[in-house]
């Protein structure tokens, strides 16, 4: 069984930074490709970041690009998400997903989170 805990969430004004930890446990860390997902209040589920297994391919939603960042450290068994100049638009619990390969779509991630709150103000 794989377990994947965020944390880093929380309350932020417009223009303000973040940054979020995924720690997983239970498989080999190094193994898989990583996601960020984010779901705001009456939204679907939305892609937000991936990251391969090895780190050396990243892909990005168009809403985050330039300011959102993915990364790993397989020593850590831990995924992370910086996030710059937040936006009100950015409100939404944050999931992280592990997967066999660096998708966009939340249905082809096997693991998942509980996901954290992140609300920023204007």
């Known amino acids: 069984q794989v377990h994947l805990v965020e944390s880093g969430g929380g309350s932020a004004q417009a223009g303000d930074s973040l940054r979020l930890s995924c720690a997983v446990s239970g498989r080999t860390f190094s193994a898989f490709a990583m996601g960020w997902f984010r779901q705001a209040p009456g939204k679907e589920r939305e892609f937000v970041a991936t990251?391969?297994?090895?780190?050396?391919?990243?892909a990005y939603a168009l809403s985050v690009k330039d300011r959102f960042a993915i990364s790993r450290d397989n020593f850590a068994n831990t995924v992370y998400l910086q996030m710059n100049t937040l936006k009100p638009e950015d409100t939404a619990v944050y999931y992280c997903?592990?997967?066999?390969?660096?998708?966009?779509?939340?249905?082809?991630?096997?693991?998942w989170g509980q996901g954290t709150m992140v609300t920023v103000s204007s």
């Open positions: 990251i391969s297994a090895s780190s050396g391919y990243t």
């Open positions: 997903a592990a997967g066999g390969t660096t998708v966009e779509q939340p249905q082809l991630y096997a693991y």
